[in-house]
């Protein structure tokens, strides 16, 4: 049995371009955003939905949207998902990037939320 949940809703960008999106979507949703230490990568669109991270994460590929899903077993959901028609892309610092059946890109990460809010909110699969 393991436990997950959507946790994170990533608008990806290109480098080239993260400025002019961060300042729009700032403006388009009326919120504050700033770079988590340590993650110059990301920068926050804070309460853009309520409950969730929202982003945009600086990247060298097409623009396009994904989502992560948040986990206490990373290879269960792993195997979970690719069972069900994903295929996994690649592997980084414990985050499996999948492709699901038309093309859209997720991540299967390990849990990085608040614990409460895990547990009150992921669903329980079991081992079948």
């Known amino acids: 049995m393991h436990r997950s949940r959507v946790s994170t809703f990533l608008i990806d960008v290109r ?3 993260v400025d002019a999106a961060a300042t729009f979507w700032s403006k388009a949703l009326g919120v504050q955003t700033s ?3 340590g993650e110059p990568q990301f920068i926050s669109l804070h309460d853009a939905v309520p409950g969730y991270v929202t982003a945009i994460q600086s990247i060298e590929d097409e623009s396009r ?3 992560d899903i948040e986990t206490d077993d990373v290879p269960a ?3 979970r ?3 069900l028609g994903a295929v996994e892309v690649s592997s980084w610092q414990g985050c499996h ?3 699901a059946p038309g093309g859209h890109l997720l991540c ?7 614990l409460a809010v895990f547990e ?3 669903t329980v699969w079991s081992a079948d």
């Open 120 to 122: 009150q909110q992921a």
């Open 77 to 79: 959901e792993v195997a």
């Open 108 to 114: 299967v990460i390990p849990v990085h939320s608040d």
């Open 81 to 83: 998902l690719t069972g």
């Open 65 to 67: 949207y994904h989502l």
């Open 15 to 17: 480098r080239s371009e």
């Open 35 to 37: 770079s988590p230490e």
């Open 97 to 99: 990037t999948l492709r």
